[in-house]
T-cell receptor
């Protein structure tokens, strides 16, 4: 079956513009994560969805960042008034339902490379 | 304090030799999971191995094994019989299971492994 897909693969925008990054998780995976990976760093957690709801958005850096998952499948990460510091690779991952006592492997997408000029 | 610490920015290993990549973690939870991911130059994150905090045996997956020392809070990855295709970035990650902590995954800064022919 298909893995996690992300579009676009590359996005170049100008400072101050609005961007949307899309993630299509593996079918049947109810848990979805967004991460940001800056050059030379490990992925940094942004937000976690369980179904349609954002169960944990504590990693979003500020109110310019927002994410939705209206039907519990595809998710969109939205960044308003982009800044040069937002340039990074944005990774999406999905897994089967997460519970406190269980582990489920996260499957990552190829990422979207965002460049803010 | 850093949740995950990887102190080796870069490592070199001769083909067919074994190599250990270091990882220490910081948590007050009793229940947590430790993960290793591989990220080749193409950018995708590939899951390698998982260790649960209550697992008494060290995890093994083919040529990968995790040297789990709970008291020292270390979870080193051992790759046996290195292959040229093992050259990549390697990330250690932790998921805490505390309900209030949510479902964040914490990643280290990574170790770049180069296998020398």
């Amino acid at each position: 079956g298909a893995g996690v897909s992300q579009t676009p693969s590359n996005k170049v925008t100008e400072k101050g513009k609005y961007v949307e990054l899309r993630c299509d998780p593996i079918s049947g995976h109810t848990a979805l994560y967004w991460y940001r990976q800056s050059l030379g760093q490990g992925p940094e957690f942004l937000i976690y969805f369980q179904g349609t709801g954002a169960a944990d958005d504590s990693g979003l850096p500020n109110d310019r960042f927002f994410a939705v998952r209206p039907e519990g499948s595809v998710s969109t990460l939205k960044i308003q008034r982009t800044e040069r510091g937002d340039s990074a690779v944005y990774l999406c991952a999905s897994s089967l339902r997460e519970t406190v006592s269980s582990y489920n492997e996260q499957f990552f997408g190829p990422g979207t490379r965002l460049t803010v000029l | 304090a850093q949740k995950i610490t990887q102190t080796q920015p870069g490592m070199f290993v001769q083909e067919k030799e074994a190599v250990t990549l270091d990882c220490t973690y910081d948590t007050s939870d009793q229940s947590y999971g430790l993960f290793w991911y591989k990220q080749p130059s193409s950018g995708e994150m590939i899951f390698l191995i998982y260790q649960g905090s209550y697992d008494e045996q060290n995890a093994t997956e083919g040529r990968y094994s995790l040297n789990f020392q709970k008291a020292r809070k270390s979870a080193n990855l051992v790759i046996s019989a290195s292959q040229l295709g093992d050259s990549a970035m390697y990330f250690c990650a932790m998921r805490e299971s505390d309900v209030e902590a949510g479902n964040q995954f914490y990643f280290g800064t990574g170790t770049s492994l180069t296998v020398i022919p």
